[in-house]
């Protein structure tokens, strides 16, 4: 279930270790502008072979193979398998490795060419990694074609921000939600605040609205909730540990909100702006407001800790993703559960909710021998018929498409939990990936997040971040 565990440092290691002919390969070409580009169909793309009218059953008796890793989107998949078979004829095998090593497996495979997975799961983010050696099909000219999409499959009802996320252009720097589409948005996260109801009402608090209210808030939970009853008790739980993760989702959120960047772009050149005056002065006090009311061992804190801090009754607040606080929410899932509340978290100065997010998406492999069979799975996989039995059967949450999340049986499901959908509807149009797309994110994320460490341990914040933007710029530039 917790995406980040991992350490990226072997991902990484394995990546900047591939033979020059696989990173000289050619790339793909990037078709158009707006989610899946414009209406003329991509030059040499295998999607031009599919004529006629749109049939779900032309591909039937093949088999597709599918990279998984082991997560509840993934469990709703797999329990349905049995009606994209029936609907189309198409067999698909799988193996689901849990991400202590999936990256490593995907990675090694789509960098090797042998194309044993035909489609398979990936973060928005690593489309920045994997778009540019070219081992993405891009699925713009797929979606276009009337012969190989379905009516049904209704685009426009996507979030137009998630699609946006993984289309990109493959140039470091440039904005995303133009060139090629390199993979479908399929569940993803908003990373909001929860909160710990019972605390809350002992200690007469209300969810914070600035950031200066909610540092307050951390250390006044921290230093009032043991001695009302909540023993052990600290302010809030956001992660810590050395690794790009630790970035992504309350720190970077709220990093955006206070209306600040990790990179400046002018004339294609990246400069690292995580060590302007304003970014030096946040990201201090955001080392502070965890030195204030954070855990002890905070520097080992992954989602999983954030997560289980807030369900344990040992967090009173997670700034974090919503799944990650949905998790505990739900009845019988811990002994936090029926007394968490979902908040969209502090505005910055200027009123702003803009909020970071992560997207489990899923990809065609470029190298596939079965590209017209593997669509039709994705166009299933993220079709209107599946994410809603996803969400409303399963744990399939957030839905990537409006009429998922405006569905009644799923409004009623997760109506139980305090602020849940009032939050989502809040943050959803303001929420989009908040960092500059370019292939050393992952490098660039992770001495960050060591960075922030050695804020949180004494060290001058001005001097550190300094440090890290020249170690950077040599790197991105």
């Given amino acids: 279930m917790d995406r980040h565990a991992h350490d990226r440092r072997r991902f990484l290691a394995l990546t900047s270790g591939l033979t020059a002919a696989t990173v000289a390969a050619p790339l793909l070409t990037a078709c158009g502008a707006g989610f899946g580009g414009n209406d003329d169909k991509g030059a040499g793309s295998a999607a031009d072979d599919v004529t006629g009218s749109f049939d779900w059953r032309r591909e039937k008796d093949t088999t597709v193979k599918a990279l998984l890793n082991k997560h509840p989107y993934t469990d709703a998949l797999i329990a349905d398998l049995k009606s994209f078979t029936a609907k189309t004829g198409i067999k698909v095998e799988y193996d689901v490795f849990p991400e202590d090593n999936y990256f490593d497996k995907l990675t090694v495979d789509l960098s090797s060419g042998r194309a044993s997975y035909d489609v398979f799961m990936l973060g928005a983010y690593m489309v920045w990694q994997y778009g540019p050696p070219g081992w993405l099909e891009d699925l713009g000219p797929w979606m276009r074609n009337s012969s190989a999409t379905g009516a049904e499959w209704d685009q426009a009802d996507f979030f137009p921000n998630l699609l946006q996320a993984d289309q990109w252009s493959l140039k470091a720097g440039a904005p995303l939600g133009r060139g090629g589409q390199y993979a479908l948005p399929w569940g993803w996260e908003t990373n909001v605040v929860a909160y710990n109801t019972e605390v809350f009402a002992k200690l007469g608090l209300k969810p914070a609205e600035t ?3 909610l540092r307050e808030l951390a250390g006044v939970i921290k230093k009032k909730a043991p001695g009302a009853g909540f023993d052990g008790m600290y302010g809030i739980a956001v992660r810590g540990s050395r690794s790009w993760a630790t970035i992504h989702p309350g720190f970077m959120t709220m990093y ?7 990179f400046t ?4 050149k990246l400069t690292p702006a995580m060590n302007t005056p304003r970014a030096v002065a946040f990201t201090r006090d955001w080392a502070g407001m965890v030195k204030q009311g954070g855990p002890p061992s905070w520097t080992s804190y992954t989602w999983y800790q954030c997560s289980s801090d807030l369900g344990a009754k040992k967090a009173g607040m997670l700034f974090d993703a919503d799944t990650a606080a949905y998790f505990q929410a739900v009845k019988g899932a811990s002994p936090a ?3 968490i509340a979902f908040h969209p978290g502090p505005k910055g100065p200027d009123g702003s909710l803009a909020t970071n997010m992560w997207i489990w998406s899923l990809g ?3 190298k596939s021998k079965k590209k017209s069979a593997s669509w039709l799975f994705l166009q299933w996989a ?4 599946h994410l809603r039995k996803g969400a409303i059967t399963y744990n399939h949450i957030d839905p990537v498409r409006k009429s998922v999340s405006q569905d009644a049986a799923y409004k009623d499901k997760m109506r139980h939990l305090p602020g849940f959908l009032d939050t989502f509807e809040t943050v959803v149009d303001q929420t989009k990936i908040q960092f500059t797309p370019q292939s050393q994110f992952f490098d660039a994320t992770t001495s960050w997040a060591a960075a922030l460490q050695e804020i949180y341990g004494g060290k001058d914040a001005g001097s550190v971040l300094d440090g890290l933007a020249g170690d950077l710029e040599s790197k991105v530039g």
Avoid: I
């Avoid at 993220?382 to 018929?385: A, N």
């Fill in 364 to 366: 065609m492999n470029a």
């Fill in 265 to 268: 772009v002018k004339g294609g």
């Fill in 256 to 262: 955006a909100r206070d209306g600040l960047h990790d």
């Fill in 211 to 213: 950031f200066d209210e």
């Fill in 382 to 385: 993220t079709g209107k018929e």
């Fill in 337 to 339: 559960s029926g007394k």
